[in-house]
């Protein structure tokens, strides 16, 4: 009896750690993951003690999550907007700054100085720049200097925009060559081959 106890017991503490947890979470996709894995877990521990409000709360903040994971699952590309931009564009040197300890982190190592680039791109959500590509284009490659998201969006919907518009511009294959630390989820869901070295795409 005291060992089933302790059992129900750690079932409502791992739920409760993992909705709190979620909200510590910057990207808002992980959050909503999180949160509903934890709300899940805290539902069936509040039906197992027979607290039935603490279950209808959180089988309620499951399927609002739901519904806001499914959202963000059929965003379309209607809902970013695709910028060519110059390398000294103020609206890019912007983005930079503000994210500047967030990219270093992302990119262990990273030079944030792209006074020799010759071409960008920003992605806008609403009229915010929340993706940005930096590179070296020579004819129909880009060498990636940088491939950012901001941590809200980093649910690969950014990059699988960005590049759906780059065959337009002529792009035919992109090489990135920098830390893949924090980086090989990405460029694997987004089409990169490991090329021992250096990762390259191909549209």
Excluded: W
């Excluded at 909705?19 to 934890?38: A, D, T």
């Amino acid at each position: 009896m005291e060992t089933s106890k302790m059992i129900i017991e750690a079932v409502g503490y791992l739920g409760s750690f993992l909705v709190l947890v979620s909200f510590l979470m910057v990207s808002v996709f992980k959050l909503r993951v999180v949160n509903s894995i934890g709300s899940i877990i805290f539902t069936v521990y509040a039906l197992i003690i027979h607290s039935y409000p603490t279950a209808i709360m959180n089988i309620c903040l499951v399927l609002i999550n739901i519904y806001y994971l499914v959202k963000m699952s059929r965003k379309t590309d209607n809902e970013y907007d695709f910028i060519q931009a110059d390398v000294n564009d103020s609206l890019l040197k912007y983005a930079i700054n503000k994210y500047r300890e967030d990219i270093e982190k992302c990119f262990p190592g990273i030079s944030l100085d792209f006074s020799k680039a010759n071409c960008s791109y920003v992605v806008c959500h609403e009229g915010r720049p929340v993706g940005l590509m930096v590179g070296n284009k020579h004819n129909d490659e880009i060498e990636i200097q940088l491939d950012y998201s901001v941590p809200e969006y980093r649910d690969f919907s950014i990059g699988k925009f960005l590049f759906s518009k780059l065959p337009a511009e002529g792009i035919k294959t992109l090489i990135y060559r920098g830390s893949d630390e924090f980086h090989k989820d990405y460029l694997a869901k987004t089409g990169f081959v490991n090329k021992g070295g250096y990762y390259e795409k191909s549209f």
